[in-house]
């Protein structure tokens, strides 16, 4: 059965970096698009990032372009997001979830879910 499980998640301080993983248990990422999305809270869960199965297409919301870069290995069946110049309202939960091949706008088309990490942006 899909499983993704997220690590990295922490306290930070505004203007610091971290980095989320995302590692997947009982299939391969090769074939898979990973999404990354975050909840904040009294908020509704927003897409923060895409990558394509074949790393050929990447996507970035408005608010972490610059800041933010997806990166997969699939050699070791993790994706990853580097969170660089922090923002307290980057602090969320932040969860992986996967898709077959492409990237989707639709959270209920993702087939997998992780258990999500808390990201705390805060000085």
């Known amino acids: 059965q899909l499983q993704l499980v997220e690590s990295g998640g922490g306290l930070a301080q505004p203007g610091g970096s971290l980095r989320l993983s995302c590692a997947a248990s009982?299939?391969?990422?090769?074939?898979?698009?990973i999404g990354w999305f975050r909840q904040a809270p009294g908020k509704e869960r927003e897409g923060v990032s895409c990558?394509?199965?074949?790393?050929?297409?990447?996507y970035y919301t408005d608010s972490v372009k610059g800041r933010f870069t997806i990166s997969r290995d699939n050699a070791k069946n993790t994706v990853y997001l580097q969170m660089n110049s922090l923002k307290p309202e980057d602090t969320a939960v932040y969860y992986c979830?996967?898709?077959?091949?492409?990237?989707?706008?639709?959270?209920?088309?993702?087939?997998?879910w992780g258990q999500g990490t808390q990201v705390t942006v805060s000085s």
């Open positions: 979830a996967a898709r077959v091949a492409v990237c989707g706008s639709r959270r209920e088309s993702y087939d997998a």
């Open positions: 009982g299939f391969t990422l090769d074939y898979y698009a």
């Open positions: 990558i394509r199965a074949n790393s050929g297409s990447i």
